[in-house]
């Protein structure tokens, strides 16, 4: 009977493992197919678990044994980007913490690729932690986005000329930084009785204010938040423009904002055009 057992539970293992080691090819297969780069590996150790072929080509990186093997993912990073890098890898306290960056990396032909990684720290039944990250390759896309904002900034040169003033304002931290000029050399800040840096709400709450000015369009609403600013960009709304008056200096105003993606900023210039003065 004893050896009847032994025998089953022998079979019955060897099924196991074979359905492990299937499940194991089978993940290994899988991992390998998908488009990003798939990079886990233990703390503090840094033993590489999974490196996909993706992850290896984005390194330039040589077929690794698992568990076996080191792999200095922060070598190839520039010098730059460690930084930043390392303060957002920091985040990472907990089992189920999450973090995303964007880094650029050293090819073995001197080229620079542009990564987008989601990293994430988890553990083992055991207790032991370990790192997983996807990789995306966003260079070609950081190419394209740096040439629209080559052509943006020159677009926004030529509106600019000939305007009354000019401003650019960080939509994601709110704050308008700088006074603004007029060409005739007024100080509309101090206009306003605003001290710099100064939040746009707070800006936008007297620059056009129904006190300061007259309007007949409907957008000034939008103008008047920077939480309607930011809703209008994210519903596709790059460009806004629309006419005003400001009774008390007898000005007629032709406002053009300009919404924009600087990196993971949203940017918003506003060029004004006085049409009388």
């Known amino acids: 009977m004893a050896d009847k057992i032994s025998g089953e539970f022998n079979k019955l293992n060897g099924e ?3 359905i492990n080691d299937n499940l194991s090819k089978l993940t290994s297969e899988v991992i390998d197919l998908l488009g990003s780069g798939i990079v886990a590996y233990t703390l503090p150790e840094r033993k590489i678990l999974v490196l996909n ?12 044994e698992a568990g076996k093997s080191n792999f200095n993912v922060m070598g190839r990073v520039i010098q730059e980007d460690r930084e930043a890098v390392s303060i957002a890898v920091r985040k990472l306290k907990y089992p189920g913490d999450i973090t995303s960056f964007v880094f650029h990396n050293l090819k073995m032909d001197g080229s620079l690729a542009t990564f987008k990684c989601t990293t994430k720290l988890l553990s083992f039944a055991d207790g032991s932690r370990y790192i997983l990250s996807s990789l995306n390759d966003i260079t070609e896309q950081e190419a394209i986005e740096r040439r629209i904002e080559e052509e943006r900034m020159r677009y926004k040169a030529a509106l600019s000329i000939g305007s009354m003033a000019f401003i650019t304002i960080d939509l994601t931290d709110g704050m308008l930084n700088e006074p603004i000029i007029t060409r005739y050399g007024e100080n509309l800040t101090e206009q306003l009785g605003l ?3 100064v939040f746009y709400d707070n800006f936008a709450r007297k620059m056009f204010s129904s006190e300061r000015i007259e309007t007949n369009s409907d957008k000034i609403g939008i103008i008047r938040s920077r939480r309607k600013l930011l809703a209008a960009y994210k519903e596709g709304t790059t460009v806004i423009d629309l006419d005003y008056t400001v009774p008390e200096q007898k000005r007629k105003v032709h406002l053009i904002v300009m919404l924009h993606k600087q990196q993971q900023n949203t940017i918003a210039s506003f060029i004004f055009y006085d049409s009388e003065k």
């Open 16 to 18: 196991l493992l074979s």
């Open 53 to 64: 072929q993706e992850a290896r080509r984005m390194f330039d990186a040589p077929e690794i």
């Open 195 to 197: 001290e710099y840096p």
